[in-house]
């Protein structure tokens, strides 16, 4: 099936796995899929998922006590997904985490990928590699939001990731940034990339 | 009647929770004066309505709790009982928001005008993840044959599917007479002056 061949494509540059352990690897995930606005987990909830990205793009938000929601992350294919600290932690989730489009996925749950973490230093290896680069942009974003002006944080976002313009909704680019939908929009018209 | 397939019926009804968990979270979020004031003389405020459903939560979560120990595996298919099916159709409110036909709670379900709004929303909260875990549960188990008594009656059963069902529809009803009380409580109050974002984002299922 095309979306394990994706899987598969995707992990071997991270972290070889010899012939045993990737059926074993391959074997925990099923395919699932659902509509576009569903809210796969909710703040307070301890997130029992691991996602694979195959169609769609989905969020993690926050809600703030002036009741503005701040997007966290976005994910879309090929890539990871669900709200990862909640699922490596296996404590309940600051965030909800929603598709924002119709979205298809491979799944699987904790207890599964933890048995093969534990049987598997293979295994074990791509999981902190993973995490590590997953903490690398966590924390070069977190520069970027203490430091940069809101033209430096739309240029950042589209050297990075141009392509997002067309994907994702303006008003959810804005609210990754931290900057006023407004203001995003004079960004687009303004700023020579 | 229709069936569906287990699965999807109780991962359909856990999103509709987190829907509400979302909706609920604004709540929290909102000025509590707004939520505790009645938006015309004798109508619920939102307060009074989020303890009105935790009520149905006290009896609903224990009774789902305990028939859902009974040790009968999952079936791929769930077929909903007439009655089930309409309960859960006089309760679910239409696509456009709509409640149809107007209801009268029992005296015991009828809360109190005065209430401290925090311990409301975070009982509110408490019994929807409760609620979600409970779904959880009942994916290994027959939600056909396994069967909950209604809180009016203890001799009335409904397929613990359909209960679930019921129960859901009954909540997302009532968010949205949240969603109409908010700005009636705005406009008769006169103390309001923005519309506050829990409804822009009303919970729309």
């Not at chain 2, 928001?97 to 005008?113: L, T």
Request: hydrophobic letters at 40%; a positive charge.
């Amino acid at each position: 099936m095309e979306a394990f061949d994706s899987l598969k494509n995707f992990i071997h540059p991270v972290q070889p796995l010899k012939e045993n352990e990737w059926e074993l690897f391959n074997s925990i995930w099923q395919p699932f899929e659902c509509k576009r606005k569903t809210i796969l987990t909710a703040a307070g909830e301890t997130e029992r998922h691991l996602y694979f990205v195959t169609e769609g793009v989905q969020r993690a938000f926050y809600v703030g006590d002036d009741q503005k929601e701040a997007t966290i992350v976005f994910t879309y294919p090929y890539s990871f997904s669900g709200v990862a600290d909640s699922f490596l932690t296996q404590t309940p989730s600051n965030c909800f985490f929603e598709t924002l489009t119709a979205s298809k996925f491979l799944r699987t749950t904790y207890r599964q990928f933890e048995n093969l973490m534990n049987e598997y230093p293979a295994i074990q290896q791509l999981v902190l590699k993973l995490t590590a680069f997953a903490l690398k942009g966590v924390l070069t974003r977190q520069i970027e939001i203490q430091c940069f002006s809101a033209e430096e944080k739309f240029r950042a976002l589209l050297k990075r990731s141009p392509h997002v313009l067309q994907i994702i909704s303006h008003k959810y680019l804005a609210s990754y940034l931290g900057i006023d939908p407004t203001t995003f929009s004079k960004l687009l018209g303004s700023v020579r990339l | 009647m229709k069936s569906f397939k287990s699965i999807d019926l109780i991962e359909q009804l856990q999103a509709d929770i987190r829907q509400l968990i979302l909706a609920a979270t604004y709540l929290e979020k909102e000025d509590p004066e707004l939520l505790l004031s009645a938006p015309a003389p004798g109508k619920w405020s939102v307060a009074q309505v989020l303890e009105h459903l935790n009520s149905y939560g006290r009896y609903y979560l224990l009774a789902i709790e305990k028939s859902l120990e009974a040790d009968k595996p999952q079936k791929q298919l769930f077929t909903p009982g007439w009655i089930g099916n309409y309960f859960t159709k006089i309760m679910k409110p239409g696509i456009d928001g709509k409640i149809g036909n107007k209801m009268n709670a029992p005296k015991n379900h009828r809360p109190a005008a005065d209430l401290d709004i925090k311990p409301v929303i975070d009982n509110f909260l408490e019994q929807q993840q409760r609620l979600l875990e409970l779904l959880e549960k009942a994916k290994q188990k027959d939600i056909g044959a396994i069967r909950t008594p209604i809180s009016i009656s203890r001799f009335i059963k409904l397929k613990v599917g359909d209960t679930f069902r019921f129960f859901v529809a009954h909540e997302q009803r009532h968010f949205f007479q949240i969603a109409n009380t908010l700005p009636d409580t705005q406009k008769s109050t006169g103390k309001f002056q923005s519309i506050p974002p829990a409804i822009q984002r009303s919970p729309v299922f």
